[in-house]
């Protein structure tokens, strides 16, 4: 059984930090691409950033600078470090696998994220 499980969403004031961790069990982690989304209410889940099986990693445009994916294989955990957040880095992020692009993709259940003073 393929599990995600998110932890380390929190309340935190514009230009702080926090580290989300994603760890997985049921799934050969390494060959795995690892993703973090997020969404708000009313709007559709929206991808942050990828990291592949060989530590590539992309970032939304919002994000480029801000926040960092890395991935722990030995720990089969993949993070999001979230610097200088802002109030519209809110929502529930999740942590995502998929084998390849065209294949299913699993989820987490999802850590809340608010920024606000």
């Known amino acids: 059984q393929v599990q995600l499980v998110e932890s380390g969403g929190d309340l935190v004031q514009p230009g702080g930090s926090l580290r989300l961790s994603c760890t997985t069990s049921?799934?050969?982690?390494?060959?795995?691409?690892m993703g973090w989304y997020r969404q708000v209410p009313g709007k559709q889940r929206e991808l942050v950033a990828p990291?592949?099986?060989?530590?590539?990693?992309k970032y939304t445009d919002s994000v480029k600078g801000r926040f960092t994916i890395s991935r722990d294989n030995a720990k089969n955990t993949v993070y999001l470090k979230m610097n200088s957040l802002k109030p519209e880095d809110a929502a529930v992020y999740y942590c995502?696998?998929?084998?390849?692009?065209?294949?299913?993709?699993?989820w987490g259940q999802g850590t809340q994220v608010t920024v606000s003073s």
């Open positions: 995502s696998a998929r084998i390849s692009p065209y294949t299913q993709i699993y």
């Open positions: 049921g799934i050969n982690f390494s060959l795995y691409i």
């Open positions: 990291i592949t099986s060989g530590a590539v990693t």
